[in-house]
C-alpha cells in the first residue's frame, strides 16, 4: 500500500524567509509525486510534479521541491516567502507504471506566512 | 481553455435525502476523479471514470455512486444521506487515468450540507 505523510499540521515563516514544507512517502518502486495548495473556499491547485528526471523540480509561483530517494521525501521549498503563499498545502503520490493505483494525499500543512 | 466546473456549488439537504452532484472536465479530458475533503478526514478517494468505466474505488459505502458519460462529464450520487455526509466535494480531471502520473486539475468543490 502507498502513503503519504505530511509530519506537520502547521508552518509558520515570517515574509521574506525561505520556506519548507515537509513531505515523505512509502511506495514500492518509483513514485510520481504531487504538490497541490488550496486557498480557502477554493479547489485545489497544481503547484509542481515528480515524474522521472532531475531530482529538482520547479513549479509555479516560485515554488520547488526536490526528490530525495534515499530519504523517500519530496519537500516543498521557496527561496522568499509571501504573505499570499499562505494557504493549505498537500502533498500526493502515485505508485509506478502499472494496474490502476489511486493517487494518495496526504492530510496538508497549512502555511502561514507572518508579515 | 475553461476549468474544470462543478454545480451546484453549495447545497443544504436534510438526512435521508439524495443528492446528485455535477462535474464537466477540461476539454479533452477522459479521466474524471472524485475526493471528499472533511477537516477530520482530509482528502479521501471516492472514484475515478475513465472512458465511462470506473477504474478505482475508495472505501466508501454503496451509499456512494457515480457515472461518466460519453462526453467525459460525471454526476456522483449520495443516497440516504447522513450527517457525516457533509463534506466539500472536489473533482478533478486529466487527460488519462490516475494510472499514468497525469497532473489532475481541481473543480471549485460543492460544498454539501445535511441538517
Known amino acids: 500500500a502507498q502513503s503519504v505523510a505530511q509530519p506537520e499540521d502547521q508552518v509558520n515563516v515570517a515574509e521574506g524567509n525561505p520556506l519548507t514544507v515537509k513531505c515523505t512517502y512509502s511506495v514500492s518502486g518509483n513514485p510520481y509525486l504531487f504538490w497541490y495548495v488550496q486557498y480557502p473556499n477554493r479547489g485545489l491547485q497544481f503547484l509542481l510534479k515528480y515524474i522521472t528526471g532531475d531530482n529538482l523540480v520547479k513549479g509555479s509561483y516560485g515554488f520547488e521541491a526536490e526528490f530525495n530517494k534515499s530519504q523517500t521525501s519530496f519537500h516543498l521549498k521557496k527561496p522568499s516567502a509571501l504573505v499570499s503563499d499562505s494557504a493549505l498545502y498537500f502533498c500526493?503520490?502515485?505508485?509506478?507504471?502499472?494496474?490502476?493505483?489511486?493517487?494518495?494525499f496526504g492530510t496538508g500543512t497549512k502555511l502561514q506566512v507572518i508579515p | 481553455k475553461a476549468g474544470v466546473t462543478q454545480t451546484p456549488r453549495y447545497l443544504i439537504k436534510t438526512r435521508g435525502q439524495q443528492v446528485t452532484l455535477s462535474c464537466s472536465p477540461i476539454s479533452g479530458h477522459r479521466s474524471v476523479s472524485w475526493y471528499q475533503q472533511t477537516p477530520g478526514q482530509g482528502l479521501q478517494f471516492l472514484f475515478e471514470?475513465?472512458?465511462?468505466?470506473?477504474?478505482n474505488k475508495g472505501n466508501f459505502p454503496g451509499r456512494f455512486s457515480g457515472r461518466q458519460f460519453s462526453n467525459s462529464r460525471s454526476e456522483m450520487n449520495v443516497s440516504t444521506l447522513e450527517l457525516g455526509d457533509s463534506a466539500l466535494y472536489l473533482c478533478a480531471s486529466s487527460l488519462g487515468a490516475q494510472g499514468g502520473g497525469h497532473t489532475q486539475y481541481f473543480g471549485p468543490g460543492t460544498r454539501l450540507t445535511v441538517l
Open positions: 471514470y475513465f472512458s465511462e468505466t470506473q477504474r
Open positions: 500526493a503520490v502515485r505508485g509506478p507504471l502499472g494496474g490502476y493505483q489511486k493517487v494518495t
